[in-house]
C-alpha cells in the first residue's frame, strides 16, 4: 500500500496567514487583561521557565498548532450563531487551548452559583498543594487502657469524615472519598483504649465558629450547606434519623456511641472543649489527598466541603482558618494569575449565596490557568458519568464521557420573576483528541432559566458547537506519519 504523503508542508502554508492573524489577536488580547492595582495585588515573582519537552517548532508540536489554526476560523463563525441567540441577561467566553475564539457579555457581572467552587478548588490547588491531608486526631492521657480524663476530638477540617451510612446531603450524590469514621474508631480502641473516665469532647478550634454564612437563605441552611466546623462529621448528622444543633457536640456524640458499640466505657457525656496544648496523642486518621477531596466539592457540588476548604484556604495563606481570611487569599491568588477581577464579587466558597457574582471572562481566565488534567479538570463532572452532577446530560452526544464541567444551579423560586432571577451554570473543559481542550463558561441568568426546559435548548446548543471541533483536521491527521 502506498504510504501517505505528509500533509504538514502544505498546511504549514495554508495556516500562515491565520495563525498570524491569530498571533495578533493573541497579543491584543493580552494587552486587554486589566492589570491589578499595585496596592492591592499581591505581587509574584515568576518561577523561571519549564524546560520544553521538544523543541517549540518540532514536528511534535506542529500538528496541535497547524489543527487549531487551520479550524478555529470555522468554530469561530459557528460560536458566533450559538451567542446571538444568548439573553443580554447571560454570558458565554470560549477558547481552545487558551487561544480566544468568541465571547457575549463576557464583562458582565452574573449570578454564578455554584461556578465559585472552581475559584475555590483552582486556589486551593495552588495553596495546599497535591499532598495535603486532612488530619483528625483523639488526643488524652491514657494509662493502663484507661483514659483518666477527656477523649479530644481535634478536629482538622476533613469535610468527608463520614460514617458509612451517610449518603450526603443529596442522595443522588452520595460522596465516593470519605474517610470512614469507623476506622477511626478502630484506631482509638487498638491504641489500648477500654474506659473512658472524662467525656469525648470535639475541639473545633483550628476554624472559626461562624457555621452558616450570613448572606445565606434560610431555606438553605443545613438542608444544602453548613454548619462548617474544623471538627464535622456526616454533615452534623448523629445518626440516619438524628441531627445535632451543634456540629461539635454531634461528632463526638457519633465517637461516643461507636466507641460504646465496641465494649468502651464512656462515663461522661459528649462535649466540646479545646485540648490542652501538652495531651499526648492517642490516636489519628488522615484523609485521603487534596485531589480526591476537591473531586467531592466538584463532582457532587458538595457546599459544605466547598466552604471548609475555603477556611483551610485562609488557615494556611491568610493567617486565620475564617471564611474572610480565605476570601482574601482567593482574590490575591486569582489576581496574581492574571484574572479579570471587575465586577467579580465573592461571598462564599461554594456559590449558595445569592450575592455572588462573577463573569464568563474571570471564568474563562482561571480555566485557562488550569487543564483538563490537573486536580481541578480531574475533579470535574463528566458528561454520562455516574455520582456527578452532568450524570444525566449529554448522554446523547458525542460529549457524553468526554466533557468535564461545573454545573451551578439557583431556582430562587421565591421572586425569581421580576426579583432575584434564577441561575444555570456550566463551565469547564471539553478534551480534544491528540491533546488540548476547549475551555468555556457560560452563565445563565433569569426569570424560571434552572427550568430544564428553559436551560435545556441552550446547552443543546452548546453542546452542538462543542462538538464539532475540530471540522477539520485533527492533530492526528496532521502528525507525522508513523508518529504516536
Known amino acids: 500500500m502506498a504510504q501517505r504523503p505528509n500533509p504538514i508542508p502544505r498546511l504549514m502554508v495554508l495556516a500562515a496567514v491565520p495563525a498570524v492573524a491569530l498571533a495578533g489577536c493573541w497579543r491584543f488580547a493580552e494587552g486587554r487583561v486589566p492589570v491589578a492595582d499595585p496596592e492591592s495585588a499581591t505581587v509574584a515573582t515568576a518561577p523561571p521557565p519549564t524546560a520544553l519537552a521538544a523543541p517549540l517548532l518540532s514536528f511534535r508540536r506542529a500538528p496541535g498548532v497547524l489543527s487549531r489554526a487551520v479550524n478555529i476560523e470555522a468554530f469561530r463563525t459557528a460560536a458566533s450563531s450559538f451567542l446571538a441567540g444568548l439573553s443580554e441577561s447571560s454570558c458565554a467566553a470560549i477558547s481552545v487551548d487558551g487561544v480566544p475564539v468568541a465571547a457575549r457579555n463576557e464583562r458582565a457581572p452574573l449570578r454564578p452559583a455554584s461556578n465559585v467552587k472552581v475559584f475555590t478548588a483552582a486556589v486551593a490547588a495552588e495553596v495546599l498543594g497535591p499532598q495535603h491531608v486532612y488530619t483528625t486526631e483523639a488526643r488524652g492521657v491514657l494509662v493502663g487502657g484507661v483514659v483518666t480524663g477527656d477523649l479530644y476530638l481535634v478536629g482538622g477540617g476533613d469535610p468527608v469524615l463520614n460514617s458509612t451510612w451517610w449518603n450526603g446531603p443529596n442522595a ?38 461562624e457555621w452558616y454564612n450570613p448572606t445565606w437563605f434560610d431555606d438553605v ?45 464512656v462515663v461522661g457525656s459528649p462535649g466540646s472543649g479545646v485540648v490542652p496544648g501538652a495531651t499526648p496523642l492517642i490516636a489519628s486518621i488522615a484523609s485521603q489527598p487534596l485531589p480526591a477531596i476537591l473531586a467531592e466539592v466538584l463532582t457532587t457540588s458538595d457546599n459544605t466541603a466547598a466552604e471548609m476548604v475555603l477556611k483551610e484556604i485562609g488557615r494556611a495563606r491568610g493567617g486565620a482558618g475564617t471564611r474572610e481570611a480565605g476570601l482574601a487569599v482567593v482574590t490575591q491568588t486569582l489576581q496574581s494569575w492574571g484574572v479579570p477581577l471587575e465586577g467579580v464579587t465573592l461571598v462564599d466558597g461554594s456559590g449558595l449565596s445569592d450575592d455572588n457574582r462573577a463573569t464568563c471572562a474571570s471564568l474563562l481566565a482561571v480555566l485557562q490557568h488550569q487543564s483538563d488534567g490537573d486536580m481541578v479538570g480531574a475533579g470535574l463532572p463528566v458528561a454520562g458519568a455516574a455520582g456527578g452532577t452532568l450524570a444525566e446530560a449529554f448522554t446523547e452526544t458525542s460529549l457524553a464521557g468526554v466533557l468535564r464541567a461545573k454545573t451551578g444551579t439557583l431556582y430562587n423560586y421565591d421572586d425569581g420573576i421580576g426579583g432575584r432571577p434564577a441561575v444555570k451554570a456550566l463551565s469547564g473543559f471539553v478534551p480534544l483528541e491528540g491533546g488540548g481542550a476547549i475551555e468555556f463558561a457560560l452563565l445563565l441568568n433569569g426569570p424560571q432559566i434552572a427550568e430544564q426546559v428553559e436551560y435545556r435548548p441552550i446547552w443543546d446548543a452548546l453542546a452542538t458547537l462543542l462538538s464539532a471541533y475540530p471540522s477539520g483536521p485533527t492533530p492526528a491527521d496532521l502528525g507525522p506519519v508513523g508518529a504516536s
Open 221 to 265: 441552611k443545613f438542608v444544602e450547606g453548613g454548619p462548617v466546623a474544623a471538627l464535622l462529621i456526616n454533615d452534623a448528622r448523629e445518626s440516619p434519623t438524628t441531627s445535632s444543633n451543634d456540629p461539635v457536640v454531634g461528632a463526638a456524640t457519633v465517637i461516643t456511641s461507636e466507641l460504646r458499640a465496641r465494649g468502651v466505657e
Open 172 to 209: 443522588k450524590f452520595p460522596p465516593f472519598n470519605s474517610t470512614p469514621v469507623e476506622q477511626f474508631v478502630e484506631l482509638i480502641v487498638s491504641a489500648g483504649v477500654t474506659r473512658i473516665e472524662g467525656s469525648v469532647l470535639g475541639d473545633a478550634s483550628r476554624y472559626d465558629e
